[in-house]
């Protein structure tokens, strides 16, 4: 049986579009959320990556969405005031997450 941990932080407020959120109860009801750092012309950039199955080696906070479940990692340091999800892709339908509408970590 896999534990989620859960960490007592500013509980970010989760906004998902329908098609994301029939999307998510029709694959396991749950989405994992992390960060993703990359390097760019102008610096570091953190994006958001998104996966409905768990990631290995993270801890993540749980957070109660409308009929699934997200999972934040706890490497955040800073939580966003709201996390917005959509489903993408035509062929591959995947989900993206933005932090407080951004695609980027702020």
Partial sequence: MQTFETVSAQTPQICASPEAETYLRGHGGRIFIWPSHHRCCGGRLTLLDTSTRRPPQRTFEAIA??????????SLRER???????????????????????????
Avoid: M, Q
Avoid at 65 to 74: E, N, P
Avoid at 86 to 101: C, H, P, Q, T, V
């Fill in 65 to 74: 969405g409308r009929g699934f479940t997200v999972f934040l990692d706890d």
């Fill in 80 to 106: 966003p005031e709201k996390i917005d999800l959509s489903l993408r892709g035509i062929r591959r339908k995947r989900i993206e997450a933005y932090w407080n509408g951004c695609a980027f970590v702020l």
